[in-house]
C-alpha cells in the first residue's frame, strides 16, 4: 500500500499561486492520485484527479512526475475561501473493494 | 451531478441506544459506497466498503457487529452504530462511486455528526 505524506499546514496570501505536494512512494501500477478539499463539518469535496502529467480543470492543475511518486496540486490564485484542508488520496477501484490511501491532509490558511 | 446526501447531518443520542444514517447518490447508480469515521483534526479513516446486494467489507480492527451496514438499492446505504457509546462519537461520512464515471473517484456526503452521551 502507497504511503502518503503531505505538509500539515501551508500559510498563503491572496492571490497567490498555491502549490500542495503529495510523496507516495509506494504507488502501484493501477493507482490513481485525487486531491478533495474540506471544510470544517463538511463531507470532502472533489478537486481533481490523475494518473500521469499534467491535469488541469477550471480550479486546479495537478503536476505528476514520470515517476509518480509524487504529485503536485496547484492552486491559482487563492482567495480566502480557499482556506481549508486539503487531501491527497491515492488508490485504485478494483471489484468491490479498492486499497484507498488519504494523506493526513494540509491544511492552508489565506490570508488577505 | 454527482450529489450524495446524508441523514441525518446531526444526532444526538444516549449511550446504549442505536442510531442509523442514510446515505443516497441523488443523481446517479452506485453500486459501491463508502463508510468513512473522521475524529477532530484527524483525516478520514475507511470504515467499511458497502456493496450493492451484497455484504460490506470491513476494515481492520471495525466491528462489523455494532456497526452494521445495508446497502439494499443503487442508490442508497445505511450505517447503524448499535448500542452507541461515548467513544463512538465522530463524524460518519458516507461516499459513492458512479459507475457510470470515467473518473476513478468517488464523491461524498456531507456528513453526519454523532453525539453520545
Known amino acids: 500500500l502507497a504511503k502518503i505524506t503531505q505538509p500539515i499546514s501551508m500559510d498563503s496570501y491572496e492571490g497567490q499561486e498555491v502549490n500542495i505536494t503529495c510523496s507516495h512512494n509506494?504507488?502501484?501500477?493501477?493507482?490513481?492520485i485525487t486531491w478533495y478539499q474540506q471544510f470544517p463539518s463538511q463531507g470532502p469535496r472533489f478537486i481533481i484527479q490523475?494518473?500521469?502529467t499534467k491535469v488541469t480543470n477550471e480550479v486546479a492543475s495537478l503536476f505528476i512526475p514520470a515517476d509518480r511518486k509524487s504529485s503536485t496540486l496547484s492552486l491559482p490564485r487563492v482567495s480566502l475561501s480557499d482556506t481549508a484542508v486539503y487531501y491527497c488520496?491515492?488508490?485504485?477501484?478494483?471489484?468491490?473493494?479498492?486499497?484507498?490511501?488519504f494523506g493526513k491532509g494540509t491544511k492552508l490558511s489565506v490570508k488577505p | 451531478g454527482a450529489v450524495v446526501s446524508q441523514h441525518p447531518s446531526r444526532v444526538i443520542c444516549k449511550s446504549g441506544t442505536s442510531v442509523k444514517i442514510e446515505c443516497r447518490s441523488l443523481?446517479?447508480?452506485?453500486?459501491?459506497m463508502f463508510w468513512y469515521r473522521q475524529f477532530p483534526k484527524q483525516s478520514l479513516m475507511l470504515m467499511a466498503t458497502?456493496?450493492?446486494?451484497?455484504?460490506?467489507?470491513?476494515e481492520q480492527g471495525v466491528e462489523k457487529d455494532k456497526f452494521l451496514i445495508n446497502h439494499a438499492s443503487l442508490t442508497l446505504s445505511t450505517l447503524t452504530v448499535t448500542s452507541a457509546h461515548p467513544e463512538d462519537s465522530s463524524f460518519y461520512i458516507c461516499?459513492?462511486?458512479?459507475?457510470?464515471?470515467?473518473?476513478?473517484?468517488?464523491?461524498f456526503g456531507p456528513g453526519t455528526r454523532l453525539l453520545v452521551l
Open positions: 443523481d446517479f447508480q452506485a453500486t459501491t
Open positions: 461516499s459513492a462511486r458512479d459507475i457510470d464515471s470515467s473518473l476513478e473517484t468517488q464523491y
Open positions: 488520496l491515492v488508490g485504485a477501484y478494483g471489484g468491490s473493494q479498492g486499497n484507498l490511501i
Open positions: 509506494n504507488i502501484a501500477t493501477n493507482d490513481y
Open positions: 490523475g494518473y500521469k
Open positions: 458497502s456493496n450493492e446486494g451484497s455484504k460490506a467489507t470491513y
